[in-house]
């Protein structure tokens, strides 16, 4: 029987890079996009011997901006992985895309090649908040790129949105969440805003937190959050993550569950069998060895038992499932109560942890202590 496997797809070029991000993304040239997409397939190509032992389920094409490749672009991409891995029948197959860089026929052709979820990097509903973002695109943009969407036959579109920007408040916050409710999704992605350092935003904020949302409203505006978008059919399965039913994203899931998956790319990160390895950052090296993985990657490391359980625990209490005591003990043949036993009780008494028979998971204010908790769950 064929292991599960997902992939993930990096495509580093955007638009132009936002005001908050430090992701690997850069604009680039067509020239350059075209010789990328070069090395990308040959990459892809040279897998053929490993994929022979995998099916895969989920691909994720993440960026950057993916969306901003020419439509035959990505068809390339997909008949390179559709020559090396088997593809499972009903797949999920992502793709995130930039609002500003939605065309009709790009959408018509990304749905005759078998991707089926969109991911909609939206941010916020509020122009104004776009502009002191950096994105490219106004919320006009967005509900223009929905409705071409939809169109096309996309029943299953995500939107990403940021909170805690500077200066906001929560009745804010409320406004721009019944504002999005006005366009119907099937999964929503909300993310607190981190200044990352080497980006414009740590430059301009890094040394004046009197500008962003205290730790008490940015507290209120995540608990409204979830109450909110349960209110309107939207469960919480994740600490960032808001999906109807039926909706969650799957290969998101596969990382919190430490399943198998393959980075293809640049910079891409891959996790095979408690094996994890980072595609190199340079561009340089990834075009001269995109043929031979083994001379791209970096960062390799097998992870002993020890460190699988940590991230057991640590990506799982992600989840608002949160871990399995059952699934402890079949990975590791050990008792999760008895190798955690001071750390859970602590957690526990204090309200941060709740209990089931058989589950653990974070409470709401375990949640707003999320990084506090999982560094306890490391071992010295």
Not at 166 to 189: F, Y
Not at 271 to 291: E, H, L, Q
Request: charged share 30%; with cysteine.
């Amino acid at each position: 029987m064929k292991k599960d496997l997902g992939l993930y797809i990096h495509i580093p070029f955007c638009v132009r890079k936002c005001a908050y991000c430090d992701f690997l993304s850069w604009k680039g040239s067509e020239e350059q996009r075209e010789e990328y997409v070069r090395a990308l397939e040959q990459e892809i190509l040279s897998y053929k011997e490993f994929g022979a032992d995998y099916q895969v389920s989920t691909v994720y094409f993440g960026g950057g901006t993916p969306s901003i490749l020419e439509g035959e672009q990505i068809e390339r991409i997909m008949e390179a992985i559709c020559r090396t891995f088997r593809i499972t029948g009903k797949p999920e197959i992502t793709l995130e895309m930039n609002p500003g860089t939605a065309l009709r026929e790009k959408l018509e052709l990304y749905k005759r090649l078998g991707i089926n979820r969109l991911s909609m990097g939206l941010q916020s509903v509020k122009n104004e908040n776009l502009k002191l973002l950096g994105r490219i695109h106004t919320y006009e943009d967005f509900l223009e790129s929905w409705r071409m969407a939809r169109e096309a036959g996309f029943d299953n579109i995500s939107g990403d949105l940021i909170s805690s920007l500077p200066g906001q408040t929560l009745e804010e916050w409320k406004e721009e969440l019944e504002i999005l409710m006005e366009t119907p999704l099937e999964h929503i992605s909300v993310y607190q805003l981190i200044l990352e350092k080497g980006t414009e935003f740590y430059e301009k904020y890094g040394g004046h937190e009197e500008l962003l949302p205290d730790e008490e409203t940015s507290a209120e505006i995540y608990l409204w959050t979830g109450k909110y978008l349960k209110s309107r059919g939207f469960e919480q399965y994740e600490i960032s993550n808001y999906a109807r039913e039926g909706r969650q994203s799957a290969h998101n899931l596969r990382y919190w569950e430490r399943k198998d998956y393959l980075g293809l790319g640049l910079g891409a990160a891959s996790m095979i069998r408690n094996m994890r390895m980072t595609n190199t950052r340079s561009w340089d090296k990834y075009m001269a060895y995109c043929r031979d993985p083994r001379k791209i990657r970096e960062e390799v490391e097998f992870l002993e038992e020890p460190r699988q359980m940590e991230e057991f625990m640590f990506l799982g209490l992600r989840k608002t499932r949160g871990v399995s005591r059952k699934e402890f003990y079949r990975i590791f043949g050990r008792e999760l109560d008895q190798v955690y036993e001071k750390t859970l009780r602590k957690y526990l008494d204090q309200g941060l942890l709740k209990e089931s028979r058989d589950r653990i998971w974070l409470s709401d204010q375990g949640i707003l202590v999320s990084n506090q908790v999982f560094a306890d769950f490391l071992f010295d």
